[in-house]
């Protein structure tokens, strides 16, 4: 693995009032790595991904990007959130061509939106608005939103939570696959450990509030991952039996 650093956070701190959330929490993210987190819910995951992007100021500590501050005009970073937004006034191809038009990135936009549209199977619904689809659906405009704009970084908190299996392997395979062919870095963010395994070059264990980190794991096994393999199977029993969450 390129081991360049792209995102530093050094002792990041978040408190709501009296609720430490985050408690001096360090970890770095590689160039083209595909980072998967995961922690009991209400731990922090959600608020670690709004201080990355400067939605929360952090209480102390910081994130860097390439090393500086994380600039969202400057940097070419995507997020796409747990509540995933699509806009239900424009159709699907609007709705992934607003992404790059909010960026001003308008070279080759009609291409690089039905690019974007083909790898998550929209290209049929690209006329349809959002009211007229269903959640799987609707989270493949968000997710073609997020890929059109061809992110340095990409967050993605949950972006699966709504999808039947089948087709949650279909699109974390594409995923990976992008992301290594364009050498994209992800924190992507799961409450699924068997999620984490298939998808991660690392998973990073979180501990409940107040949140630091338990355990970083390496995850080596190639891709196309196969979940009943033995390694597989005994990675996502050590994952789960580090967390106790219940
Ligand atoms: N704006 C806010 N004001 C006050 N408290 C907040 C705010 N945002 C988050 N919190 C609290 O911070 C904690 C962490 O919330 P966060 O949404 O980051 O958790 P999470 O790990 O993403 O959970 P989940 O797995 O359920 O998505 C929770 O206890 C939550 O109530
Ligand atoms: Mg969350």
Known sequence: MNKKVKVQVTDLTKRFGDLLVLDKVSFEVYE???????????????????SLTHLYEPTSGKILFNGEEVNLEKHNIAYIFQEYSAMEWLTVRQNVRFGLEIKKDYKNIDRKVDEALELVGLTKFAGYYPKQLSASMLQRVVIARAFATHPELLLMDEPYGQLDINLRFKLED??????????????FITHNIEEAVYLGDRI???????????????????????????????????????????
């Open 32 to 50: 083209g790595e595909f980072l998967c987190i995961v922690g009991p819910t209400g731990c922090g995951k959600t608020t670690f991904l709004n």
């Open 174 to 187: 594409e995923v990976v696959r992008l992301c290594k062919q364009t050498n994209t870095t992800v924190i």
């Open 204 to 246: 990073l264990v979180l501990t409940n509030k107040p949140t630091s980190i338990k355990e970083i794991i390496m995850d080596e096994l190639p891709h196309p991952r196969d979940i009943a393999a033995p390694e597989f199977v005994e990675m996502r029993n050590r994952i789960t039996d580090l967390i106790k969450w219940w």
